[in-house]
């Protein structure tokens, strides 16, 4: 838990690490994406590339990414917000060279790039909390949201939100938290946000070729293997909130559809994200 003072940020923040620069993050992207567009306001990212795959304008591998989001919208519509550029919101345009069926494994991709790019950006540790949290020190830093396009060919749009700069007084909720109060917590200097963002654009890069290489079976098993390793749900107690329901279990493990496996004595149910309301921790 943190205190009073977990809201004051290291002495030497620099204004300018708060925005994500267009141009310094091109840079350490060296065209690993088709396109990358820095705003400072828009509605939704996810709904913006959205429309502009639909008018035929954006395709695979495009990336939009806002300081302020007047119209985002979380897992299930839930509506969420920030001050400008103390979260950043970005949404990416995929098309993945494997099965339809497999994409449901795309959201989990990309919160083990969200993970790993905060780790090499900061040094902090974040966990992963199926099916869509990133978590450091038990809150939530960052949410990731999947929508599927149809046409020919079909494609997606992976949105998240980090939060970046929010201070204790900005948090939503208190089981939210920031990048730069995660700092000051563990003594490390204050997040630069176009690193942050780089260094989790390239890890997704490099992801996505190998979830593309060799048979598809080994390629989901390196991705299921590798969010094990992260997961801050395999192995508790959890509590399924399934609208009118609930299932009170130990998570045992994610199945090759990503899909969470919980189980109560004999028996062991394996859930899907779009049938999860709420996914709570029994410890």
């Known amino acids: 838990m943190q205190d009073d003072a977990a809201g004051e940020q290291p002495a030497t923040e620099d204004p300018e690490t708060r925005r994500v620069d267009e141009a310094g993050l091109r840079t350490i992207l060296r065209d690993r994406w088709r396109e990358v567009r820095v705003v400072d306001v828009t509605g939704s990212t996810n709904a913006d590339l959205a429309a502009a795959v639909a008018r035929g304008e954006a395709g695979a591998g495009t990336v939009l990414l806002a300081g302020h989001q007047v119209a985002g919208r979380g897992r299930l519509g839930r509506s969420w917000g920030a001050p400008a550029w103390t979260s950043v919101a970005t949404s990416v345009v995929l098309r993945p060279a494997r099965s339809v069926l497999t994409w449901s494994w795309l959201p989990l991709l990309v919160g083990l790039s969200v993970a790993t790019g905060i780790t090499r950006s900061t040094g902090l540790p974040p966990l992963l909390k199926w099916p869509n949290d990133v978590l450091i020190d038990d809150r939530k830093v960052c949410g990731i949201l999947g ?137």
């Open 147 to 283: 929508q599927h396009l149809p046409g020919t060919p079909p494609s997606v749009v992976l949105g998240f939100g980090l939060n970046t700069w929010l201070d204790q007084t900005e948090l939503p909720v208190p089981t939210a938290g920031s990048l730069s109060l995660a700092c000051a917590d563990h003594g490390l200097p204050a997040p630069d946000a176009t690193r942050v963002l780089g260094e989790i654009l390239l890890d997704l890069a490099d992801r996505l070729v190998d979830f593309e290489t060799g048979p598809e079976a080994e390629a989901i098993e390196r991705s299921r293997q590798a969010w094990l390793r992260l997961s801050d749900t395999v192995g508790r107690d959890v509590r399924v909130e399934l609208g009118d329901s609930r299932f009170h279990g130990r998570a045992e493990s994610i199945d090759t559809d990503g899909r969470l496996l919980v189980r109560a004595g004999e028996t062991v149910r394996a859930f899907s994200a779009g049938d999860v309301v709420h996914l709570r921790r029994q410890d």
